[in-house]
Structure formats: C-alpha cells, structure tokens
C-alpha cells in the first residue's frame, strides 16, 4: 500500500455521527455521511479470537445485548449481538461491525476516516500491529489514507512498526506536562486532546512544536468556534451539524 499523508476536514463524525446513531455501527457511519461529514472516527479492537471488530468499550454490556468482556467472546458468538438496540429501538438488528464490514461501507459513502487502535487490557501490542497491517492491505485506494490514533502509546509504537508509512496521532484526554516526550516517543506528527482543559497557549505550544492539533468530543458549536479560532486543525464531534 503506499501510503501518503491525507489533508483531514475540520469536522470529523465520532463513532460515526454517535449522537444520531448506536456508535460504531454501520447506521451510524451512515449517518455520519447523509450529515455531509468527509471523515469518521471510529475504535478498533480484537475479538477473544483475534478478529478486528468496531467497539468503543472493553465490555459488551454498554452498547450490546451481550455481557462481560470482549476479550471472553469470540466474532461469531459478537456477531449473534444486537448493537443497535441500547440507542434506539429504531435501530434493533444493528451488528458490532467487524473492521472488513466497515471498510467496505467507508468506500461505498466516501468516508475518510481516523482509526483509533482501542485494545483491550493487555492487547495493546497486537491489536495496534493487527490493525495497521490490515489497513495496509485493505484500505480501499479510492479513499485518503486513513490516520491512525490511541490512547496507548505501545498500541502506537506497533502499528508504526508494522507500517510506518501510516500516519498517526497521539490521543491525551489531558495535555500532560510531558506531551512532547510522549510524542517524540511513539513518533506521532499529531495531537488528539480532550478539549476540556485545553487552553490557548497549549494549542500554541502544540502548533508551534510543529504538530497537528484537533480536539475531541466537541459537542458545542460556539466551543468549536473558539478552539478553530485558536488554530485547532479539527474537531471531532457527535453531532456534525452543530458545528460552525
Ligand atoms: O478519537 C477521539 C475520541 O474518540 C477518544 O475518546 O473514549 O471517545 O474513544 P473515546
Ligand atoms: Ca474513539
């Protein structure tokens, strides 16, 4: 796959478009596409088995019909869950989507999209090696490459070990004191913050260290407004059309 650096929108759909939608679901990625989103963001984990499935938590029992740890269940008995349900009865028969399903639908919307390596405890190594080794090979070619993100800085340093030439970005709920540190490490070129406590001079701090900066889960459009005034590269939102 060869892979070149994709220019991101400034508005990209989390899980989808979550506030619409059971998140990473395929109605959801729907969703995100009939609200004019270019990119979705959305979690990639590893089934007990070792399949790449989309879902957010380490459990079943927020966003399923299932119970307990994913990690305890395999793809097939995952599948034989409803994933829609929790939101809205409108969506009953929604499937966790494995990361091939997924796919298939980003090539069908046009969806860009930010990959965010989400493994169970433990996991994190394999999941990030996994699943930018199945991008590389399945990411569909008529789509910009995707960019990848985490929490976890070992799922980060794998999936740039297994593939380089992807893109990814450090996700920090807070801007610690040592983001740069942290950054430098795993090799990133982009920070993904939780927007709560980020303030004007970090975002020039960021930007001035030569990063990208975007921001999650900005649900607000004024907030929006005043994080783009600061430089922010991006937000990612539940509700797209919200957004300034
Ligand atoms: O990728 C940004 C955001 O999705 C990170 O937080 O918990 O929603 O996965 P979370
Ligand atoms: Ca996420």
Redesign the pocket.
């Known amino acids: 796959m060869a892979i070149t650096v994709s220019s991101l929108p400034l508005i990209i759909g989390?899980?989808g478009a979550c506030g619409h939608a059971p998140e990473n679901t395929l109605a959801s990625f729907r969703a995100a596409a009939d609200l004019g989103v270019a990119w979705v963001?959305?979690?990639v984990k590893l089934s007990g088995d070792g399949e790449l499935i989309i879902l957010?938590d380490d459990t079943l029992d927020r966003t399923t019909t299932g119970r307990g740890p994913v990690t305890q269940h395999t793809l097939a008995e995952i599948r034989r869950l409803d994933a829609g349900l929790f939101f809205d009865a409108e969506f009953r028969g929604e499937k966790v989507p494995t990361l091939d399903d997924t796919l298939a639908v980003l090539q069908d919307l046009n969806l860009g999209a930010?990959v965010?390596i989400?493994p169970c405890p433990g996991r994190e190594a394999e999941t990030g090696d996994r699943t930018a080794r199945h991008l590389a090979a399945h990411w569909p070619g008529s789509l910009p490459a995707p960019l990848l993100?985490s929490f976890k800085p070992g799922a980060l340093a794998a999936a740039g070990a297994a593939v380089p030439a992807l893109e990814r970005a450090l996700?920090l709920e807070v801007m610690a004191e040592d983001w740069r540190h942290l950054a430098e490490q795993v090799g990133v070129r982009a920070i993904h913050c939780g927007h709560g406590h980020l303030t004007e001079s970090l975002a020039g701090e960021v930007q001035a260290a030569g990063y990208d900066l975007r921001c999650?889960t900005v649900n607000d459009g004024a907030r929006a407004k005043v994080l783009l005034d600061w430089g922010v590269q991006g937000i990612?939102t539940d509700y797209p059309e919200r957004m300034p």
Do not use: P
Request: with cysteine; aromatic share 16%; net charge negative.
């Open positions: 989390h899980r963001e959305f979690d957010h930010v965010e989400k993100c996700l999650y990612i």
